[in-house]
C-alpha cells in the first residue's frame, strides 16, 4: 500500500489514521515498547516509511532503540538561575537534534521517584540533573539501567559533573567590599527550600570567611541572616540588618533577587545605594544587568550548553557507563556596576 506524502510535516495522528490505529499504538511503535501485535507494528513502519514522518527519530528507534529525547531534571524551573541554564541546554540539543523532556520536581520524594523511574522506562535517552544529588543507590540503579546522566550544579563522583566555583566568586566579592573600606558586611544566606539535598550558599559563605581571613579580620556572626532565596527572603534580611542599631555598610547577597530585595528595602528606608549602602548579589541574571546591580556572574548559559554536550557524548559512546566520569569548575567573574562605592574604613 502506497500513500501520498504530504505538503505539511506529518504528525502522530496522520500516522495513526492512515495505519487504523491509536496514537498511544503509533506511540509504542516509536518508543519500540511491548504489547504491540507484529502485524500492526508492521503496518505502522509501514506508513512511517511511507509518510516520511521523523525519519531521524525513526531510524533511531530501530537501530538504536533510541528516543531522540533527554530528560532533564530541575527543581523551580521558572526561577531565573534555571530558566538562563535551559536556555543553554535547549540550544545544545536542538544544534544536535535531539528534543528534551522537562520533569520539575517540588520534593525530595518526587526528584527520588523520577530518578528510579526514568531509567526503566526508556522514555530518554539521557539525563541532565540540575542541582539535585543523586545517592548512590540512584546512580547504581542509571548504571543497572545504562542511563547516561550528567550532573549541572551538583557532583556525584561516579558521575560527570559541571560545578561552578561558589566560593570563589563569594571570596571575590567580598574581597572587593573589603578593598573598597567596608568592614560591616551583611551577608544574606540561602536556607535549603523543602527537603532537597543541596545548598549552594554554604560554599557562598565559605568564600565570605575565606575572604575576612586573607585581610586578617573575622565576620561577625550577628551579620549572616538566613532566608529564602528570592526577593521576599532578601527584603525580610534586609530590614532585620539596615534596621539594626549599628547598621553594614555593605550587604552581600547569595542570589540576584536577594540582591533586588535589599535595593527595595534601602529605598524604603530612604538609604542612597551606593552612598550609604553597597550591594553585591550573584548569579548575573539579566534583571541584574538592567537594574545596574553589581553581582557575581555564573556561566549560566554555559552551563546549560556544556552539560548537553557532555552528556550526548556518553550517549553517542557504545559503553557511556564504562567512561572516567569528567568533573568540570566553571569559574564566576565578579561584575560591579553601580551599587558598590568605596568609604573610609571605621
Known amino acids: 500500500m502506497h500513500y501520498l506524502k504530504q505538503e505539511k510535516a506529518p504528525t502522530i495522528q496522520d500516522v495513526a489514521r492512515h495505519a487504523n490505529v491509536a496514537v498511544g499504538t503509533v506511540s509504542r ?3 519500540d515498547s511491548p504489547g504491540v501485535k507484529p502485524a500492526t507494528r508492521q503496518r505502522v513502519l509501514e506508513v512511517i516509511q511511507q509518510l516520511d514522518y521523523s525519519p531521524n527519530l525513526i531510524a533511531r528507534s530501530m537501530t538504536s532503540r533510541r528516543t531522540g529525547s533527554i530528560g532533564v531534571i530541575v527543581p523551580f524551573f521558572t526561577r531565573p538561575f534555571f530558566s538562563e541554564v535551559l536556555r543553554g541546554v535547549e540550544v545544545a540539543l536542538t544544534q544536535a537534534r535531539h528534543e528534551f523532556i522537562l520533569y520539575n520536581v517540588q520534593s525530595n520524594e518526587q526528584c527520588v521517584a523520577y530518578f528510579r523511574t526514568l531509567p526503566k522506562q526508556h522514555k530518554v535517552d539521557g539525563m541532565l540533573v540540575l542541582s539535585l544529588y543523586p545517592s548512590d543507590e540512584d546512580v ?5 539501567a545504562g542511563m547516561p546522566v550528567v550532573l549541572i550544579d551538583a557532583f556525584h563522583p561516579q558521575l560527570t559533573s559541571l560545578v561552578v566555583n561558589n566560593a570563589e566568586g563569594a571570596f571575590q566579592a567580598v574581597m572587593s567590599l573589603l578593598e573598597h573600606g567596608h568592614r560591616r558586611i551583611g551577608f544574606i544566606n540561602g536556607i535549603t527550600e523543602g527537603n532537597f539535598h543541596f545548598n549552594r550558599a554554604n560554599e557562598r559563605y565559605k568564600g565570605l570567611q575565606r575572604a575576612f581571613s586573607t585581610m586578617g579580620m573575622t565576620h561577625e556572626d550577628d551579620l549572616v541572616v ?3 532565596w528570592d526577593r521576599q527572603g532578601g527584603r525580610q534580611a534586609a ?8 547598621r553594614p555598610t555593605a550587604i552581600f547577597a547569595t542570589s540576584d533577587l536577594q540582591a533586588i530585595g535589599v535595593l527595595e528595602v534601602a529605598r524604603t528606608l530612604n538609604l542612597a545605594v551606593p552612598a550609604d549602602l553597597s550591594v553585591i548579589g550573584f548569579d548575573g541574571i539579566e534583571l541584574s544587568e538592567i537594574m545596574e546591580l553589581s553581582t557575581v556572574q555564573q556561566p549560566m548559559h554555559h552551563l546549560g550548553v556544556l552539560g548537553a554536550q557532555k552528556l550526548i557524548e556518553l550517549i553517542d559512546t557504545h559503553e557511556p557507563l ?12 565578579l561584575l560591579l556596576r553601580r551599587t558598590v562605592n568605596a568609604i573610609q574604613p571605621q
Open 29 to 31: 511503535v516509536l518508543n
Open 140 to 144: 547504581a540503579n542509571f548504571q543497572r
Open 226 to 228: 538566613n532566608v529564602t
Open 239 to 246: 530590614m532585620h540588618l539596615l534596621t539594626s542599631p549599628n
Open 322 to 333: 564504562t567512561a572516567q566520569p569528567e568533573l568540570i569548575h566553571l569559574q564566576p567573574n
